[in-house]
């Protein structure tokens, strides 16, 4: 599974960063980010990124449970 997220929808809930802070985090402009390590990629489907196996239930529950439709999966 890989991640990415469509700013154009996000709120900045942080509701993400709640369920899967290792994968989702809030960047300086409050807007949610994926984390790589200790990078924060920019949004947008080509820095989509990989899920680790043991991340992929709950970055599907961050998925169907952001208020703003933005977090975005790929198989």
Known sequence: MKVWIDQTYCIGSG???AIQPQVFAIGDDGLARIR????????????????????????????????????????
């Not at 820095?47 to 169907?64: I, K, R, W």
């Open 36 to 75: 790589q390590g200790d990078q924060l990629l920019p949004p947008g489907p080509e820095n989509a990124a990989a899920v680790p196996a043991e991340y992929e239930a709950d970055v599907q529950d961050a998925s169907d449970s952001c208020p703003g439709g933005c977090i975005q999966l790929e198989e």
């Open 15 to 17: 509701l993400c960063q």
